[in-house]
């Protein structure tokens, strides 16, 4: 399979794997990932849950178990020609080039490239690889895994997940209530908006409202902030010369911990209540905010492996809330990823940020599992 070359190389060759999530190609990775872990002596397992679209896991050892996790989709590339570097795989100036360099095939070759560091013929702990599919559009391949094959991550205690953070430790992030609101007024004529009542205005009154109420919110984390909102769509009415009978509104409320999604619907239908509007609140996507403190263990096994290191927070969302949530498991996100360039044209990876990350896996891995 050509898998030598270094941590670099191998991060070019798995980014050379088209797998955007929407094309279902992480099957392909799987694969490449089984060949590889195969040629070290690591037993796993593919299991295609999807057609082309799999999770691959190995279990070594037995025990308390530490899990290196990632995901092998990635977004699409786009408009090739605005990229100036091979989309699909390049090592330039010490960069490696690519869709998903950053995130996150950057992270799993570095976690491939530790275990060839690490002596695990004799481990005294567990060690658990699960590397998944469509994080990108749904999280299917970790919910699979945490559904369907929760017996695989049974006794798993701590976990690191490759995503993009710049070598520093991702130790919180905040949760999201994605809802859609939908208004109903009464449709008049236009020229007589006074026999009508305007969904499209009572859209604009809640938006209004809310603004203040979050503006009195005292909820704020040190490494989050304040939680935020954003209306991102805005759709309703029929003709200029109609009272709109029904406009929505798609909104991106993020929480910060201390607060809960049931506190951010609270707002909402607070909002509603206090207006008297007529209002459907559907909740399409909702997560609880995460924070791991620095006490934990898998904490301060990075940080050792990893003096100096800063710890972050994300006001995006990882995948550490859903094995927390499903399984318990408390995960520390790190990886050799820059936040600031993944999903753009020339994303990229810096070589020195793959070899030091692989070198801290190494560390954790050796720290935990050891020789039993």
Not at 71 to 80: A, I
């Amino acid at each position: 399979m050509g898998k030598g070359g270094g941590v670099a190389e191998l991060a070019k060759q798995l980014v050379g794997i088209k797998s955007e999530s929407a094309a279902h190609g992480e099957l392909r990775v799987a694969r490449f990932i089984k060949d590889y872990l195969d040629d070290i002596g690591i037993d796993s397992s593919v299991y295609e849950f999807e057609k082309g679209r799999a999770d691959i896991v190995a279990s070594i050892g037995k025990g308390q178990g530490l899990m290196l996790n990632g995901h092998m989709d990635t977004v699409p590339v786009g408009d090739v020609s605005v990229w100036s570097r091979n989309p699909y795989g390049e090592i330039k100036n010490g960069d490696v080039y690519g869709r998903g360099a950053s995130d996150m095939k950057g992270g799993i070759a570095s976690a491939l490239a530790a275990l060839k560091g690490v002596d695990l013929k004799k481990p005294r702990r567990r060690l658990v690889l699960a590397f998944v599919a469509d994080e990108e559009v749904g999280f299917g391949g970790s919910l699979w895994l945490l559904k369907r094959k929760a017996n695989l991550l049974k006794g798993v205690k701590y976990g690191i997940i490759s995503e993009p953070t710049d070598m520093k430790l991702q130790i919180a992030q905040k949760g999201i209530a994605n809802t859609k609101i939908t208004f109903r007024g009464v449709s008049a004529h236009g020229s007589k908006p006074w026999l009508g009542r305007s969904a499209v205005l009572e859209a604009v009154d809640f938006i209004n409202e809310f603004r203040k109420t979050m503006k009195r919110q005292e909820k704020k984390d040190r490494l989050l902030g304040s939680g935020t909102f954003n209306v991102g769509r805005i759709s309703g009415g029929t003709a200029v010369n109609v009272v709109a009978e029904q406009c929505w509104i798609g909104l991106d409320r993020r929480i910060v911990p201390g607060e809960t999604t049931k506190t951010a619907l609270r707002q909402i239908n607070g909002v509603i209540s206090r207006l008297d509007l007529d209002a459907k609140v559907e909740v399409i996507n909702a997560r609880e905010p995460f924070a791991l403190p620095k006490s934990s263990q898998i904490a301060k096994m990075v940080m050792d492996a990893a003096p100096g290191s800063e710890y972050m927070g994300a006001t995006g969302y990882t995948e550490a809330e859903l094995y927390k949530a499903y399984a318990g498991i408390d995960c520390l996100v790190y990886g050799p990823g820059i936040k600031e360039i993944i999903h753009k044209p020339d994303e990229y990876v810096p070589v020195k940020n793959l070899e030091r990350c692989a070198r801290v896996y190494g560390s954790v891995i050796g720290a935990w599992c050891g020789r039993g």
